[in-house]
């Protein structure tokens, strides 16, 4: 009798008597040979993985091999490994699908860290497979070893060190799972041994879709919502009580976690009649021409969204974390306003700012209950006077256009950008670096859709802009609509040279991406910043050369 999947050279270690009640089989040609390696890229196809990003190296040479055998996953070789996790997470934010990203062992995978704590602060499902040096030589200092299951553990939601081919489609099962259906999205990796790359193992040709997750990995990620379902119906209709009957001033406060649900949110706030507020995240979610429209608020927000979530009496905050960029001083953010607080996240509500009204849920769903219950109430205010005081300040307080006699400001090139596409009667997805471009964008670039606003938001990582714009490419000719939306890279020229190099892949893979440079010569934020509160010396923000070299 043979087991449904046992090791060839080590049947009796270990490891293989960690497999147990399995179907036995008379037959050994019921079964098939096949390495750790193989089994990865299996279980990525049956997972309907389509691409990857990859720079090849020792420790993971065996992946990229059978990658390349695969006629289900693009495998795009990227020119540097922070670059291929930028353009996981441009495709996994333009797509609301998984990213993946794969890389070597040392310093290859230790290019992943800014990546992986990106997607971590922004929410972004990913999934990061790194080759590791032979589980034998773990804790040796080995050629190339790193140990980068602890470097990154406060940096992804989960991660695995696999010490046996066996458990290869379990562990991929439940970083999908958790990277992106679990609760709040983020990063999960998972650090693959040369030797388990290579281990040779006899399986059934149903081994991998037949493969179990553990329920006791997946229980930890199991959403609060789940926890607090019995109150919740409660909590609703506390919510539109007060909404209805004791609020004359809400606003919408809303941020990356309505991505799902713009929808939703657009048929609640235009039933109603409530003005929306957003985060940089959160631009897209609502639409630009509604009157409602807002805008962003915050530090880098309008005069007039401001000044309504400060009048406010009922901040209704959905998708969102309170972040300091938005809040300033916590204590006097929307101080005048009852709180409702609406997250995925259970440990997000009430972290940095009090709420009165905690509801642990998916915003998506939680909108679908609230717009099924507002049918059945006759009377709906539709705070007409308060929304015909916020329009008045749109029109005396509006996001300024610098206007230069000898020059065009950054501004308004890029609201004149705008223009020219809404000309060819298209539409953008606009990936953006980190800085004043970042936040000119922001400001005046309208945004119609979800999903076609890219930015590194609470990590603000420059560099971000060229390989998020080289993931959307590669989302859209999944889709196969390339010619259906301009992809555009918005960039300022410090956080553009910090991936210059992915040109290089642009040309190769032949992507439409064009690049709108903002060149100024300088780091601007930076320069900004310091200026207005230290008056430092320039030099350090200034990227062309101010040496005189004589």
């Given amino acids: 009798m043979l087991r449904k999947a046992f090791n060839v050279k080590q049947l009796n270690t270990k490891h293989s008597k960690r497999i147990t009640k399995v179907k036995c089989y008379n037959n050994i040609s019921e079964l098939y040979k096949t390495t750790g390696a193989h089994l990865v890229v299996k279980s990525l196809e049956v997972l309907n993985v389509n691409r990857i990003y990859s720079i090849p190296g020792g420790a993971s040479v065996l992946i990229d091999i059978e990658l390349s055998k695969s006629k289900k996953i693009k495998n795009t070789l990227m020119r540097h490994e922070q670059a291929a996790i930028f353009a996981a997470e441009g495709y996994a934010k333009s797509s609301g699908k998984v990213g993946v990203v794969e890389t070597t062992s040392g310093p290859g995978c230790l290019n992943l860290v800014t990546g992986l704590g990106d997607a971590m602060m922004n929410f972004v499902p990913l999934v990061a497979l790194t080759g590791q040096v032979n589980s034998k030589l773990l804790g040796s200092d080995a050629f190339q070893e790193t140990p980068i299951v602890e470097v990154t553990r ?85 919510f539109i009580n007060h909404l209805l009957y004791n609020s004359k001033k809400p606003i919408l406060y809303c941020g990356g976690g309505c991505q799902n649900a713009s929808n939703e949110l657009q ?140 020059m065009i400001s950054a501004q308004k090139a890029i609201k004149e950008l705008s223009y020219e596409i809404q000309k060819r009667r298209k539409d953008a997805i606009i990936s953006c670096g980190v800085g004043q471009d970042q936040m000119w964008t922001a400001q005046h670039f309208p945004f119609h859709k979800a999903r076609h606003a890219l930015w590194s938001g609470g990590c603000a990582a ?52 064009k690049i709108f440079l903002i060149n100024n010569q300088t780091l601007g934020n930076v320069k900004f910043w310091v200026d207005m509160f230290y008056k430092d010396i320039k030099r350090n923000k200034i990227l062309k050369d101010t040496i005189d070299h004589q």
């Fill in 154 to 238: 406060s940096i992804t939601k989960h991660n695995y060190l696999v010490l046996n081919a066996f458990d290869i489609p379990r562990i991929l099962k439940e970083a999908f799972l958790i990277a992106g259906k679990l609760g709040r999205s983020g990063p999960v990796l998972i650090d693959i041994p040369k030797d388990i790359q290579n281990q040779e193992i006899f399986v059934s040709a149903d081994f991998i879709s037949k493969c179990k997750i553990s329920e006791s990995v997946i229980f930890k990620f199991i959403s609060y919502e789940k926890i607090f379902q019995k109150s919740f119906e409660n909590e609703i209709d506390s």
């Fill in 267 to 406: 048929y609640f706030a235009t039933k109603m009649n409530i003005p929306v507020a957003l985060t940089l995240q959160g631009l897209g979610v609502f639409p630009n021409e509604n009157p409602l429209y807002l805008g962003m608020l915050g530090m880098h927000g309008s005069v007039y969204c401001n000044d309504a979530i400060d009048k406010s009496d009922f901040l209704i905050a959905l998708g969102v974390r309170f972040d300091d960029r938005v809040t300033g001083k916590v204590e006097s953010f929307a101080h005048h306003a009852k709180i409702a607080h609406i997250d995925i996240d259970f440990s997000e509500i009430g972290k940095n700012k009090y709420v009165d009204i905690p509801i642990c849920s998916d915003v998506k769903r939680f909108l679908q209950k609230v717009n099924e219950k507002l049918l059945y109430y006759d009377f709906l205010n539709n705070f007409e006077i308060w929304n015909r005081n916020i329009q008045v300040n749109k029109k005396n307080f509006p996001i300024q256009i610098p206007d230069y006699s000898d």
């Fill in 462 to 513: 420059m560099g971000v802009s060229i390989p998020y714009s080289i993931g959307v490419c590669s989302y859209l000719e999944e889709k196969r609509c390339n010619g259906d939306l301009y992809v555009i890279s918005i960039d300022g020229d410090g956080s553009f040279q910090m991936n210059i190099q992915e040109l290089a892949t642009i040309a190769v893979e032949q992507m439409d991406v």
